[in-house]
């Protein structure tokens, strides 16, 4: 259940940049940035003993969307 939420996180991050329009790349880039992102940050979380695999923490939660969301906004700024 933590892992689904890690992803749902991710995928509303990029959801919510898709609300600023991108100068030149796709969609299919950020979409796997974001996804990955908070996939590598809930097991850091996890690491960090909040969260887990299967209990959903709010704060790994906005821990995984706050940082998909930044590294969002630094694809986009080397794109």
Same mark, same amino acid.
């Given at each position: 259940?933590?892992? !689904? ?9 990029? *959801?919510?940049? @898709?609300? !600023?329009?991108? $100068? @030149?790349?796709?969609? @299919?880039?950020?979409?796997? =940035?974001?996804? #990955? #992102?908070?996939? =590598?940050?809930? =097991? *850091?979380? #996890?690491?960090?003993?909040? /969260? /887990? ?5 709010? $704060? &790994? ?7 998909? *969301?930044?590294? !969002? &906004? =630094? ?5």
């Amino acid at each position: 259940m933590g892992a !689904i939420l890690w992803l749902a996180t991710g995928c509303l991050a990029f *959801a919510l940049a @898709r609300f !600023i329009p991108p $100068r @030149r790349r796709g969609w @299919r880039g950020e979409l796997a =940035v974001a996804v #990955t #992102t908070a996939f =590598v940050l809930g =097991v *850091a979380a #996890t690491a960090l003993d909040f /969260g /887990g695999w299967r209990e959903p923490d709010p $704060r &790994a939660a906005a821990f995984c969307a706050l940082g998909a *969301a930044a590294v !969002i &906004a =630094v694809f986009r700024s080397f794109g």
